[in-house]
Protein backbone atom coordinates (compact mmCIF):
# COMPACT_ATOMS: atom_id res chain seq x y z
CA UNK A 1 0.00 0.00 0.00
CA UNK A 2 0.74 3.75 -1.12
CA UNK A 3 2.25 5.48 1.76
CA UNK A 4 3.20 9.63 1.94
CA UNK A 5 4.50 10.99 4.37
CA UNK A 6 6.02 14.64 3.23
CA UNK A 7 3.95 17.58 2.68
CA UNK A 8 6.10 18.34 -0.25
CA UNK A 9 5.22 15.80 -2.13
CA UNK A 10 3.82 16.42 -5.33
CA UNK A 11 0.17 14.54 -4.69
CA UNK A 12 -0.03 16.66 -1.36
CA UNK A 13 0.63 19.70 -3.32
CA UNK A 14 -2.50 18.79 -5.45
CA UNK A 15 -4.57 18.29 -2.91
CA UNK A 16 -4.02 21.21 -1.74
CA UNK A 17 -4.88 23.46 -4.44
CA UNK A 18 -7.75 21.30 -4.22
CA UNK A 19 -8.79 22.91 -1.37
CA UNK A 20 -7.64 26.35 -1.90
CA UNK A 21 -8.68 26.65 -5.66
CA UNK A 22 -12.12 26.29 -7.73
CA UNK A 23 -9.60 26.34 -10.99
CA UNK A 24 -7.84 22.86 -9.69
CA UNK A 25 -11.41 21.92 -8.95
CA UNK A 26 -12.73 22.24 -12.56
CA UNK A 27 -9.98 21.50 -14.16
CA UNK A 28 -9.37 17.95 -12.36
CA UNK A 29 -13.44 17.38 -12.05
CA UNK A 30 -12.25 16.27 -8.27
CA UNK A 31 -12.76 17.91 -4.83
CA UNK A 32 -11.43 17.02 -0.92
CA UNK A 33 -14.21 15.21 1.33
CA UNK A 34 -13.12 15.06 5.38
CA UNK A 35 -14.80 13.06 8.10
CA UNK A 36 -16.05 9.31 7.68
CA UNK A 37 -19.80 10.47 7.83
CA UNK A 38 -19.54 12.77 5.02
CA UNK A 39 -17.38 10.81 2.91
CA UNK A 40 -20.61 7.53 3.55
CA UNK A 41 -23.12 10.06 3.02
CA UNK A 42 -21.13 11.19 -0.39
CA UNK A 43 -20.81 7.48 -1.41
CA UNK A 44 -24.74 6.74 -0.23
CA UNK A 45 -25.47 9.93 -2.38
CA UNK A 46 -23.78 8.74 -5.82
CA UNK A 47 -20.70 10.23 -5.90
CA UNK A 48 -17.28 8.50 -6.73
CA UNK A 49 -14.85 8.19 -4.38
CA UNK A 50 -11.01 7.66 -6.18
CA UNK A 51 -8.36 7.91 -3.36
CA UNK A 52 -8.75 7.48 0.74
CA UNK A 53 -6.48 9.15 2.57
CA UNK A 54 -6.01 7.59 5.97
CA UNK A 55 -4.22 8.74 9.46
CA UNK A 56 -3.87 5.03 10.76
CA UNK A 57 -3.38 6.43 14.34
CA UNK A 58 -6.82 7.83 13.92
CA UNK A 59 -8.37 5.58 11.40
CA UNK A 60 -7.41 2.34 10.70
CA UNK A 61 -6.85 0.69 7.15
CA UNK A 62 -9.97 -1.25 7.64
CA UNK A 63 -12.27 1.27 8.83
CA UNK A 64 -11.04 3.50 5.54
CA UNK A 65 -11.68 0.38 3.14
CA UNK A 66 -14.87 -0.14 4.27
CA UNK A 67 -15.83 3.83 3.03
CA UNK A 68 -15.66 2.84 -0.47
CA UNK A 69 -14.45 -0.76 -2.13
CA UNK A 70 -13.37 1.23 -5.22
CA UNK A 71 -11.14 3.51 -4.31
CA UNK A 72 -7.33 3.72 -3.94
CA UNK A 73 -6.42 3.67 -0.02
CA UNK A 74 -3.31 5.32 0.74
CA UNK A 75 -1.68 5.94 4.14
CA UNK A 76 -0.31 9.56 5.47
CA UNK A 77 1.49 10.74 8.60
CA UNK A 78 0.62 13.40 11.11
CA UNK A 79 2.40 15.93 8.98
CA UNK A 80 0.37 15.33 6.27
CA UNK A 81 -2.63 14.87 7.85
CA UNK A 82 -2.55 18.20 9.39
CA UNK A 83 -1.75 19.67 6.31
CA UNK A 84 -4.56 18.87 4.75
CA UNK A 85 -7.55 18.37 6.89
CA UNK A 86 -9.15 22.15 7.80
CA UNK A 87 -10.90 20.54 10.89
CA UNK A 88 -9.15 18.43 14.02
CA UNK A 89 -12.33 16.42 14.63
CA UNK A 90 -12.19 14.66 11.03
CA UNK A 91 -11.30 11.08 11.82
CA UNK A 92 -7.95 10.74 10.70
CA UNK A 93 -9.69 10.12 7.17
CA UNK A 94 -10.04 12.40 3.62
CA UNK A 95 -11.23 11.49 0.24
CA UNK A 96 -10.78 12.90 -3.61
CA UNK A 97 -13.95 12.19 -5.00
CA UNK A 98 -15.22 12.97 -8.40
CA UNK A 99 -17.57 16.17 -9.03
CA UNK A 100 -21.12 16.24 -10.60
CA UNK A 101 -21.69 18.41 -13.75
CA UNK A 102 -25.54 19.52 -11.88
CA UNK A 103 -26.79 20.05 -14.78
CA UNK A 104 -31.05 21.07 -14.75
CA UNK A 105 -31.43 18.08 -17.09
CA UNK A 106 -30.27 15.10 -14.62
CA UNK A 107 -32.76 16.46 -12.13
CA UNK A 108 -35.32 13.52 -11.33
CA UNK A 109 -38.18 15.32 -9.95
CA UNK A 110 -41.92 13.95 -8.39
CA UNK A 111 -44.97 14.05 -9.98
CA UNK A 112 -45.53 16.76 -7.40
CA UNK A 113 -42.03 18.33 -7.08
CA UNK A 114 -41.25 21.28 -4.42
CA UNK A 115 -38.08 22.97 -5.00
CA UNK A 116 -35.89 25.45 -4.06
CA UNK A 117 -34.32 27.47 -5.55
CA UNK A 118 -31.82 30.00 -4.45
CA UNK A 119 -30.59 33.35 -6.47
CA UNK A 120 -26.46 34.11 -6.50
CA UNK A 121 -26.05 33.58 -3.05
CA UNK A 122 -22.12 33.98 -2.01
CA UNK A 123 -21.64 32.83 1.72
CA UNK A 124 -20.65 29.58 1.97
CA UNK A 125 -22.00 28.99 5.50
CA UNK A 126 -25.86 30.14 4.00
CA UNK A 127 -25.66 27.35 1.06
CA UNK A 128 -24.02 24.90 3.56
CA UNK A 129 -27.54 26.32 6.04
CA UNK A 130 -30.22 26.12 3.12
CA UNK A 131 -28.85 22.63 1.88
CA UNK A 132 -29.10 21.04 5.34
CA UNK A 133 -33.33 23.03 5.43
CA UNK A 134 -33.63 21.15 2.04
CA UNK A 135 -31.97 17.91 3.58
CA UNK A 136 -34.13 18.07 6.39
CA UNK A 137 -37.23 19.29 4.66
CA UNK A 138 -37.18 16.40 2.05
CA UNK A 139 -37.17 18.82 -0.89
CA UNK A 140 -36.97 17.59 -4.72
CA UNK A 141 -34.23 19.35 -5.51
CA UNK A 142 -32.34 22.65 -5.02
CA UNK A 143 -31.13 24.63 -8.07
CA UNK A 144 -28.43 27.87 -7.46
CA UNK A 145 -29.33 30.57 -10.32
CA UNK A 146 -26.18 32.56 -11.63
CA UNK A 147 -23.49 30.72 -8.53
CA UNK A 148 -20.82 33.19 -7.50
CA UNK A 149 -19.09 30.66 -5.56
CA UNK A 150 -18.44 26.59 -6.25
CA UNK A 151 -20.60 24.28 -5.02
CA UNK A 152 -17.55 21.97 -4.13
CA UNK A 153 -16.09 24.81 -2.09
CA UNK A 154 -14.69 23.13 1.04
CA UNK A 155 -16.26 25.81 3.64
CA UNK A 156 -19.40 24.85 1.32
CA UNK A 157 -18.65 21.03 1.89
CA UNK A 158 -18.16 21.63 5.85
CA UNK A 159 -21.06 23.91 6.22
CA UNK A 160 -23.56 21.67 5.03
CA UNK A 161 -22.41 18.72 7.04
CA UNK A 162 -22.98 16.21 3.83
CA UNK A 163 -26.17 17.89 3.01
CA UNK A 164 -24.76 18.68 -0.30
CA UNK A 165 -24.62 14.96 -1.13
CA UNK A 166 -27.90 14.51 0.51
CA UNK A 167 -30.06 16.95 -1.79
CA UNK A 168 -30.63 17.10 -5.97
CA UNK A 169 -28.67 19.80 -6.86
CA UNK A 170 -28.37 22.16 -10.22
CA UNK A 171 -27.32 24.87 -11.37
CA UNK A 172 -28.08 27.51 -14.77
CA UNK A 173 -28.94 31.17 -15.43
CA UNK A 174 -31.98 32.46 -14.22
CA UNK A 175 -32.79 32.32 -17.80
CA UNK A 176 -32.31 28.49 -17.94
CA UNK A 177 -33.97 27.92 -14.84
CA UNK A 178 -37.33 29.77 -15.86
CA UNK A 179 -37.35 28.29 -18.79
CA UNK A 180 -36.99 24.74 -17.27
CA UNK A 181 -40.18 25.99 -14.72
CA UNK A 182 -42.40 26.74 -17.44
CA UNK A 183 -41.39 23.26 -19.78
CA UNK A 184 -41.93 21.48 -16.57
CA UNK A 185 -45.26 23.22 -15.73
CA UNK A 186 -43.71 24.39 -11.98
CA UNK A 187 -45.22 27.32 -10.30
CA UNK A 188 -42.45 29.71 -8.75
CA UNK A 189 -43.03 32.25 -5.81
CA UNK A 190 -40.59 34.42 -5.77
CA UNK A 191 -39.81 36.10 -2.27
CA UNK A 192 -39.53 39.61 -2.88
CA UNK A 193 -39.93 43.21 -1.09
CA UNK A 194 -41.76 44.62 -4.63
CA UNK A 195 -45.40 43.58 -5.60
CA UNK A 196 -45.61 41.39 -2.85
CA UNK A 197 -49.04 39.14 -1.43
CA UNK A 198 -48.31 37.91 2.30
CA UNK A 199 -46.24 34.33 1.74
CA UNK A 200 -49.04 32.24 3.51
CA UNK A 201 -51.86 33.26 1.59
CA UNK A 202 -50.83 31.37 -1.50
CA UNK A 203 -51.31 27.75 -1.95
CA UNK A 204 -48.38 25.29 -2.55
CA UNK A 205 -49.67 22.04 -2.91
CA UNK A 206 -49.58 21.54 -6.30
CA UNK A 207 -45.78 22.18 -8.30
CA UNK A 208 -44.08 24.18 -6.71
CA UNK A 209 -40.57 25.86 -6.15
CA UNK A 210 -39.52 28.62 -3.64
CA UNK A 211 -37.39 31.23 -4.86
CA UNK A 212 -34.91 32.93 -2.88
CA UNK A 213 -32.33 36.19 -3.48
CA UNK A 214 -29.37 37.62 -1.75
CA UNK A 215 -30.21 39.64 1.54
CA UNK A 216 -28.27 42.23 0.01
CA UNK A 217 -30.27 43.14 -3.45
CA UNK A 218 -32.98 40.34 -3.19
CA UNK A 219 -33.99 38.69 -6.75
CA UNK A 220 -33.26 39.95 -10.44
CA UNK A 221 -36.31 41.83 -12.10
CA UNK A 222 -36.26 38.56 -14.60
CA UNK A 223 -37.36 36.30 -11.65
CA UNK A 224 -40.23 39.45 -10.21
CA UNK A 225 -41.76 39.48 -13.81
CA UNK A 226 -42.02 36.11 -14.34
CA UNK A 227 -42.92 34.54 -10.99
CA UNK A 228 -46.51 32.98 -10.48
CA UNK A 229 -46.50 35.05 -7.27
CA UNK A 230 -44.28 37.53 -5.35
CA UNK A 231 -44.43 37.02 -1.75
CA UNK A 232 -43.56 38.15 1.29
CA UNK A 233 -42.32 37.60 4.79
CA UNK A 234 -44.08 40.60 7.32
CA UNK A 235 -41.32 41.88 8.99
CA UNK A 236 -42.61 43.53 12.42
CA UNK A 237 -39.47 45.11 13.50
CA UNK A 238 -37.30 47.34 12.46
CA UNK A 239 -35.19 45.42 9.52
CA UNK A 240 -36.74 44.68 6.05
CA UNK A 241 -35.16 41.92 5.56
CA UNK A 242 -33.63 38.02 7.36
CA UNK A 243 -30.93 35.96 6.83
CA UNK A 244 -31.85 34.27 3.53
CA UNK A 245 -31.29 30.64 4.83
CA UNK A 246 -33.89 31.68 7.24
CA UNK A 247 -36.29 33.17 5.14
CA UNK A 248 -36.05 29.93 2.96
CA UNK A 249 -36.81 28.09 6.23
CA UNK A 250 -40.04 29.75 6.91
CA UNK A 251 -41.56 29.39 3.04
CA UNK A 252 -40.23 25.44 2.62
CA UNK A 253 -41.74 24.61 5.94
CA UNK A 254 -45.43 26.58 5.31
CA UNK A 255 -45.83 24.44 1.95
CA UNK A 256 -44.38 21.17 3.84
CA UNK A 257 -47.41 22.11 6.08
CA UNK A 258 -49.87 22.91 3.43
CA UNK A 259 -48.95 19.45 2.44
CA UNK A 260 -49.12 17.56 5.36
CA UNK A 261 -45.73 16.88 5.99
Request: charged residues 20%; glycine residues 6%; proline residues 3%.
Amino acid sequence: MKQITSIQNSFVKSLVQLQDKAKARRQTGTFLIEGKREISIAVKGGYDIEILLFFPEICSEADARALSQNAEVIEINKEVYQKLAYRDTTEGILAVAKTKMLHLSDLKLSINPLILIAEAPEKPGNIGALLRTADAANLDAVIIANPKSDLYNPNIVRSSVGCLFTNQIATGTTSEIIAFLKEQKINFYCATLQNSTGYHTQDYTGSTALVVGTEATGLTEEWRKEATQNIIIPMQGEIDSMNVSVAAAILIYEAKRQRGF
